[in-house]
């Protein structure tokens, strides 16, 4: 049974710059959490000390916005963030 929801998932790989430490997330599509729920998970992860910033393909992605404002999406492979 279809529940109209899609199943896919955006596959982030998050690198560390500091140490070349790499995770990866996954995150369904459909997902319209901001780029903050995924700091938080960083933080508890990585367990960076102070602030941090993320970039995508040299921008600058800020917690107030969804992946999809930055044209992240399932249909992307190697979609690699910056954690700096």
């Known amino acids: 049974m279809a529940t109209g929801i899609s199943s896919r998932q955006i596959i982030l790989r998050i690198v ?4 070349g430490k790499t995770m ?3 995150i369904p599509e459909h997902d319209n959490r901001k780029v903050k729920y995924i700091k938080s998970q960083l933080t508890h992860l ?3 000390h102070g602030k941090f ?4 393909k ?6 107030r916005h969804r992946l999809s404002y930055y044209g992240i999406t399932s249909q992307q492979s190697n979609i690699e963030i910056i954690l700096v």
């Open 16 to 19: 560390r710059k500091s140490d």
């Open 24 to 26: 990866t997330m996954n």
């Open 46 to 48: 990585f367990h960076p």
């Open 53 to 56: 910033r993320l970039y995508y």
């Open 58 to 63: 040299g921008r600058h992605i800020k917690s």
